[in-house]
C-alpha cells in the first residue's frame, strides 16, 4: 500500500473482522521499532467499529508485549521482532533495544549468524492464530527469518515498498496491491510533481579537507570503520553520496572537520 494510504487502519480493519467474523483467538502484529507499536497500539485504540460506533479496544483487548506475557485474555498482541525475539529466548531485552529499527541492526550485521530459536514451552507454537508484519520489507532478512517462522499461523506482510527478497519471501503470494495512483484517485493521497535541483556540488564536486572523519565500507565485507584522512581528497558531482576511492572501500563522509 503507498505511503499515506492507511496501512495500519487496514491491518486494524482486517483483524476486526477475522475477530468477529472468522472468530481468530489471538493475533501478533509485529512492528519494526518500539514507537510504531505505540503508534499501532492507538490505532486500535481509536478504531470505531462500524456496526455500533463502539471501540476497537471496547471489545477486544489490545497490548504492547511486556515482562507481564501475552496471556489468555489478550486478542492483540504488539511487539517488535526483538522483544519476541527476547521473550522466545529467555533474555532479557534493554529497552533501548526496542528504538533501534530491526533492519538496520540486520543490515550492520553481514558477518552474524541467524537468530536460532529453539521450542520455548510457555510460548506455544500455535499461540496466534494471524501474524501480521508491518513494514515487512524490513524485517525479513537474515537475523529475523526465524523469528517470523516460530508461529504454526497465517503470515500477512504490510508495504510500502516491497523488494524482490520481500515478495519472495511470501512465496510471491501478492494479495493485495494498493497504489499510490489508486489513493489519489479516491482522494486519499494527494499527487506531486518531481523537481530536479541541481547544486555546486551535484554539478561540479568538491574536496574533502584533511582532517575530516570519514567511514571506510570495505564492499565484500561490508565492515564498517572511522578513519581521519591525511590528506585532502577531491570528488565529482557523480560521487556526492558516495565517495569510491578503492575497487573494494567506499568512504562516506561523518563530519568535518575532525577535532
Keep these: 500500500m503507498a505511503t499515506g494510504s492507511g496501512k495500519t487502519f ?7 473482522r477475522l475477530a468477529k467474523f472468522a472468530k481468530v483467538k489471538r493475533v501478533l502484529f509485529l512492528v519494526d521499532q518500539g514507537n510504531l507499536g505505540r503508534q499501532a497500539l492507538k490505532e486500535f485504540q481509536q478504531y470505531t467499529v462500524p456496526e455500533d460506533g463502539r471501540k476497537f479496544t471496547e471489545l477486544y483487548n489490545a497490548h504492547i508485549l511486556g515482562q507481564a506475557g501475552i496471556g489468555d485474555e489478550i486478542k492483540v498482541t504488539i ?9 522466545l529466548t529467555n533474555n532479557e531485552l534493554d529497552d533501548d533495544i526496542d528504538e533501534v529499527s530491526g533492519y538496520e541492526a540486520d543490515a ?3 558477518n552474524q549468524k541467524s537468530r536460532d530459536i529453539s521450542y520455548n514451552s510457555s510460548i506455544l507454537i500455535e499461540t496466534f492464530d494471524v501474524v501480521i508484519v ?15 517462522e516460530y508461529f504454526d499461523a497465517f503470515l500477512i506482510g504490510l508495504t510500502a515498498t516491497p523488494t524482490k527478497k520481500t515478495i519472495g519471501f511470501f512465496n510471491q503470494n501478492l494479495v493485495s496491491e494498493y497504489t499510490h495512483e489508486d489513493a489519489v484517485i479516491d482522494k486519499v493521497n494527494v499527487g506531486y510533481d518531481v523537481y530536479s535541483i541541481r547544486t555546486k556540488k551535484t554539478a561540479q564536486g568538491d574536496k574533502i579537507e584533511a582532517g575530516t572523519t570519514v567511514q571506510i565500507r570495505d564492499k565484500t565485507t561490508k565492515e564498517k570503520r572511522l578513519e581521519e584522512l591525511d590528506q585532502a581528497e577531491e570528488y565529482t558531482g557523480k560521487q556526492i553520496d558516495q565517495s569510491i576511492i578503492a ?6 563522509i561523518i563530519q568535518r572537520p575532525c577535532i
Aim: with cysteine; charged share 20%; glycine share 0%.
Design 10 to 16: 487496514t491491518a486494524v480493519t482486517e483483524i476486526y
Design 79 to 87: 511487539s517488535t521482532i526483538q522483544r519476541l525475539y527476547s521473550r
Design 108 to 110: 550492520n550485521s553481514f
Design 134 to 148: 508491518d513494514e515487512c520489507h524490513r524485517s525479513i532478512y537474515n537475523l529475523w527469518r526465524q523469528v517470523l
Design 247 to 252: 575497487p573494494n572501500q567506499i568512504r562516506t
